[in-house]
Every structure is written in C-alpha cells, then in structure tokens.
C-alpha cells in the first residue's frame, strides 16, 4: 500500500520560512516525478514545483526565487523551502509522486502565514 506523509506545515509570520518534507512508502518503486501542490480555501488546487528523478526542476511562476524543491532519492524523500513568505502562500500543501504505478497523493499539511 502505497502512503505519503508530508510534515512541516504551520502558523509563520510574513517574511518567514517554513521547510515542508514529505516521505513516500509502499510499493512506489521507481519513482519518476516528485512534486508539490497547494490548495487554498475556495480554490482548486495548484501546482507549486516539480523534482524529476534526474534533479530537473520547475517551479510555479508565484514561488520563482523562494521555494526551492529537493529530493532524496535514496529514502524516497522529497522537500519544499520555503522563503519569504507572504499571505497568498497560505494554503493545503499537498504532496504527489507519480511512478510508474501510477500518481500519488499525501493528505496535506497546513501552511498559514499572518502576523
């Protein structure tokens, strides 16, 4: 059974950082894409930044340049940094990988930025 647990989520100040991980286990093997998604309330959910297994990465133009996208391999581990954060970041982060089994999805963590 495939499951994806992501960590990491919280209540930060504008301007703050916040790391989120996200572990994969289960019959997943091998791993292809790794990425993050976020939904805000009353919204779909949008694509935030995306790891190929070759380290190839894309990023929403909304988190060029403070996000940055990471993951280990090894452990089947993905991460988001996150910077400089402001309000419109606040939102479910929600964790896919997509192997050749198929696409797969953690159940989010909550990320909220306010003063």
């Known amino acids: 059974q495939v499951q994806l647990v992501e960590s990491g989520g919280g209540l930060v100040q504008p301007g703050g950082s916040l790391r989120l991980s996200c572990a994969a286990s289960g019959s997943i093997l091998p791993i292809l894409t790794m990425a993050w998604y976020r939904q805000a309330p009353g919204k779909q959910r949008d694509f935030v930044a995306r790891m190929s297994r070759g380290g190839t990465t894309t990023y929403a133009d909304a988190v060029k340049g403070r996000f940055i996208i990471s993951r280990d391999n090894a452990n089947n581990m993905v991460y988001l940094q996150m910077n400089s954060l402001n309000a419109d970041d606040t939102a479910v982060y929600y964790c896919?990988?997509?192997?050749?089994?198929?696409?797969?999805w953690g159940q989010g963590t909550q990320v909220s930025v306010s003063s």
């Open positions: 896919n990988i997509i192997s050749t089994m198929g696409s797969y």
